[in-house]
């Protein structure tokens, strides 16, 4: 990821570590003077706890596998980021180094201990996926309900906190209200964001399911589930509808129909005088005070 984007990405947690907190995730992945953060120690892997605030659900295997045989042969070049808990250690980024350390059959791992509060490792471990790009869109939309709801932010906050627009923050959300075999579905990568996006204005459970497996069994494009969820909501242009009258404006209405014996309708912005014929239309006229000839 370049630089630039990632000091965008940091700017939120900037405001509560200080200026450092970019260079410092740099750092961490880099493993330069990490030192400067906090105390470099060796852990036990079995005294570190997991992260609560993971983010990240699903771990690729086969990956873990091959991180567990590179530390095999030249051991853990980053050290994980920790804080102290009540008994042990709990983590705070770095979770794939130390299941891949418990998968290469390791004892003990390096890390960096900090003091951060639970504000401070909810963002970090989010940022962290975000830089890395290890979120599925479901566990981003769920790390980002996870922030709402623990520090009650807005959802312009929380777009402001990441570094992303709140169009796309409001747009992640909206998956967590599909069914959780579908959410499921796209952590497996079986289905794409663009893909089930359009299924959240079905109101049916099963209609959103059974579109959900045509799309996998048939290898739909994006704009082939648009046009078929369009099909089954049959959604097509509004026809705006005018506002109700308010009382007063109602009563208006019946007089100037009383005074010129005739049907008025009052719409936004305008009144229509109705008429029979053209007698009736001069009639109308005159009555309003008819047309000035120089005119």
Known sequence: MPRDEREHLGTGLEKIFGEH?????????????????????SLKVDDVHPNPYQPRRTFDQSKLQELANSI???GVFTPILVRKAASGYELIAGERRLRASKLAGKEEIPAI????????????????NIQREDLSV????????????NLNYTQEQLAQ?????????????????????IQQMVVEG???????????????????????????NEQLTVREVEKLVRGITNV?????????????????????????????KITNNSINFSYADIEDFNRIIEMLGGIDEEL
């Open 113 to 128: 201990l900090v003091e951060f509060d639970d504000t401070q490792m909810m963002e970090i471990s989010l940022l962290e």
């Open 72 to 74: 095999n042969e030249h």
């Open 190 to 216: 079986k289905l794409s964001m663009g893909q089930v996006r359009p299924l959240i204005a079905l109101e049916s459970e099963t209609e959103i399911k059974a579109l959900a497996n045509k799309i996998v």
């Open 236 to 264: 097509g242009p509004k026809i705006k509808q005018p506002k109700e009258l308010d009382a007063a404006t109602l009563d208006v209405q019946r007089r100037l129909q009383r005074k010129y014996s005739t049907r008025v």
């Open 138 to 149: 479901i566990e981003e939309a769920n790390a980002y309900q996870q922030l709402l709801n």
């Open 161 to 181: 906190r990441i570094g992303k627009s709140r169009e796309h923050v409001s747009n992640t959300l909206r998956l967590l209200k599909l069914p959780q075999s």
């Open 21 to 41: 907190i970019s260079s410092m995730i740099e750092d961490i992945q880099n493993n330069a003077n990490l030192d400067d953060f906090g105390r470099r120690i």
